[in-house]
Each structure stands twice: as C-alpha cells, then as structure tokens.
C-alpha cells in the first residue's frame, strides 16, 4: 500500500468506529514505521480528525502482532483459555507500539472523563496558582493608614507595614488502572474506554469534594486546616465573630450578629450584606480600620437550598408589606449572584447542611498546583503482567491543594 505524504488523511485512517481493521492498519504501520504511526495517530487525535473511539485495540494488537494466530478470540467458547493472548509473535520495533498507542488513547479516555466538569463547580471557588514547590509560603502585608493631606512644600508621611503570610498545604492523590489480556483478546474496547473514563471522572470529583470542603473548612474540627496564617492552623470562619465572616449563633464580637439566619427570601441576604458593609473591616494597625470594598459574587448552598437560592437570586419581583400594605417591587438581587450548589455541602449533615456562604471565593482561596492531573503508561514487564495476565498499566494523579489567603471575603450563615 503506497501512501504519501499527500494523501488526505482521510484515506489515510477511515472513519467511523471499527472501520480501522487489522489490514489497514498493518498496512499503515508497515508504511509509516512504528515511530511514523504513532506520532500520526497523536497528529489526527490532536486535530480531531480522529477520535479514541475510532480505534479497536484488538485490531490495533493483532496489527501489532502480539496477539496469537488464530483470527478471533472473541468468537472461541466461553471456557476457551486466553494464556498467552498476547505473546509476541513479531518481536522488533513493533514489540512496544501495541503497548505506548494503547496507553496514548486510554489517557486520552482518562482526561476526557476528567474534562467533563458537568455540575462541577470546584474552579468556580478557587485561583489556581500554579507553583513548583509545596508548602509554600504566601506573603502579604497588612493595611495601614490610607493616604493623608500634604501641604504644599511638606514631605510625605512615611508608612510602615507589619508582614503577614499563610501556608499552603498540598496532596498528591491518583489510581492505577490495570487492563488485562481478556479486555484486549475479546475485543472490549468499549469497556476498556468506560473504565478509563470512570477513571478520570472520579479523580475530578475527588478534587471537586477536596475543594467544597475546604472552602466551607468541614475538616477543621479534624485539625485539618484550610487557613494557616505564619504556618499555624486556626478555624477559617471563627464562631465567635472574631474573623469577621461569621454569622450565627456564637458570634460575640458583632452585636445583631449572633443568631441563625434560614436562607428563605431576599431579605436573608440583604441582612448578611449589610453585615458585610459595617463588620468586615482591614487589618490596618495604623489609624481606624475602615470597611472593605469586597462585593459578594457568589452564594453557595447545599443542594437542599438550591431551589430556594435561585428563586431568590432569579426572581424578577420581591414582595414587601408595609403599614399592612403588601407591595410588589423589583427584585434588589436579581443577577447579582452567582448561584453555586453541591452535594458535598448536604454530606456534611447536620446543622452544617443548612449553612451557606456568600462572597467572592476566588479572591479567598486559591488551588495551589504543583502537578496537574497527569497519566502514566507502565508496560507488561512488571510481575502484574506474569500474575494476573496485565497487558499494561494507567495511572492518573494530580498533586494540589486549597488554602485560604485571607478571611475577609467570604462569610459563612448559620443556617440552622
């Protein structure tokens, strides 16, 4: 099969699924090499030309020859052995082509589940800081006096800042995906993708939970902190109001702040605004700290919630009663929030599952990623291929974790 540079790659690989057979791509690898081929299965892969699902991997391993002589094991009895599917019966440079095409398209399967970020709303909550290192320290520095008068031919007053750094923590989580010689040697593509796909969806929704649980600090009563102002972990949203972002039952430090507010209508909000506007205040420690310029951007709630917190951000009109008169007025919230809703909210059970929070979560918490989700092809030369007939090995992980790099942005309701 004489193939050129020129030819549309179209010829070059036929689509749709399965129409990729043995001869062709025997053909292909033979005119290619196995260098040529795979890099021109990457090429059409990265320009969409061709999909994961185009390919059938015992087609790609009987073309690679490594599967035995006879031409379809699928089509054996039941009880038929698979020793030996997938002995090499064309050693060379063919001998590992099988192994590194295979793995380039089960990781693609990886990160497309991984991709599918439906209902997820984890990026929404944070500032991904990409970084090399892990614990690392992020400085700041803490508000003084704001700008004064200056007469005409007098210095400027000179200022001085107290420094003020949190610590971030991180974790490196992932799992291994084994594929055995039955999956290949009955032709499971199928199976094959929807395994490795279950594989990266479940790892975005480890991150996922990782995130909503650190932006609502669930695991602080566990001495699991997401807040570690000069490396030393402290509660995020402190009961006794002593942060500023805490209303509800505890709180000593503002007076008309200490009860539990149920999300119900427009007026809940209103109220957590309007402590916002007066309580949340800088660090400064030179001169009267002074409000903070922090519109809230968001409103988080468990899924219990959701309904609710929509109809009131949603709303076109609010009802207000006065005198005994009930008024109809345009709704003062209407999309002025974000809705954000998750499960991982209703998990935590208890009065915690009615809380919500309203702010700005990005400018509050950052991702810091040291690894982004990543795969890694082991081949069939450990003992796993000899014990349990493994042709090859994925394994996806991530290396990141939240913290919080101030406390002034978001505000936790008790709910209950």
Not at 247 to 263: E, I, Q
Not at 304 to 320: C, D, W, Y
Request: overall charge negative; some cysteine; proline content about 5%.
């Amino acid at each position: 099969m004489d193939i050129t540079p020129a030819t549309p790659n179209h010829l070059l690989f036929p689509t749709p699924y399965f129409l990729l057979t043995t001869m062709h791509l025997t053909s292909l690898i033979e005119s290619l090499g196995a260098d040529g081929f795979y890099r021109k299965v990457c090429d059409l892969l990265n320009e969409k030309q061709l999909s994961v699902d185009d390919f059938s991997y015992y087609e790609l391993a009987e073309a690679c020859g490594v599967l035995p002589t006879l031409r379809r094991m699928h089509a054996l009895a039941p009880a038929a052995s698979v020793g030996h599917a997938l002995a090499e019966s064309n050693p060379g440079a063919n001998s590992h082509l099988f192994q590194i095409v295979t793995g380039e398209l089960i990781g693609r399967k990886v990160i497309e589940g991984y991709e599918d970020d439906a209902g997820f709303i984890g990026d929404k909550l944070v500032t991904v800081l990409p970084s090399r290192r892990r614990n690392q320290r992020l400085a700041g520095f803490t508000a003084l006096a704001g700008p004064t008068d200056v007469a005409e031919g007098h210095p400027y007053e000179e200022s001085s800042f107290a420094e003020k750094s949190v610590t971030t923590e991180e974790a490196k989580k992932g799992r291994i995906l084994s594929i055995n010689e039955e999956l290949i040697g009955f032709d499971q593509t199928g199976e094959i993708n929807r395994r490795a796909r279950q594989l990266g969806f479940y790892l975005r929704q480890e991150r996922e939970r990782t995130i909503v649980r650190a932006v609502t600090d669930a695991d602080a009563a566990a001495a699991i902190y997401v807040y570690r102002p000069s490396g030393i972990g402290t509660s995020l949203y402190a009961t006794d109001g002593s942060h500023r972002n805490y209303v509800g039952v505890g709180n000593a430090t503002s007076a008309g702040f200490n009860a539990a507010v149920p999300l119900v209508d427009w007026t809940d909000v209103e109220g957590v605004l309007h402590y916002r506007a007066t309580q949340v205040t800088d660090d400064r420690v030179d001169g009267t700290a002074r409000p903070i310029i922090a519109p809230a951007k968001q409103l988080l709630v468990p899924e219990a919630l959701r309904g609710t917190a929509r109809g009131i951000v949603h709303a076109t009109e609010v009802s207000v009663e006065t005198g005994g008169n009930r008024r109809r007025l345009a709704n003062p919230l209407h999309g002025d929030l974000e809705v954000l809703s998750s499960p991982f909210l209703d998990e935590q059970g208890g009065a915690a599952a009615a809380d919500w929070y309203l702010g700005d979560f990005r400018r509050q918490f950052v991702w810091t990623e040291i690894w982004p989700v990543q795969t890694f092809l082991q081949r069939a030369d450990g003992p796993a291929a000899f014990e349990r007939d493994v042709v090859l090995r994925v394994k996806v992980r991530y290396f990141g974790g939240v913290s919080a790099v101030d406390t002034a942005f978001v505000t936790k309701v008790d709910g209950a």
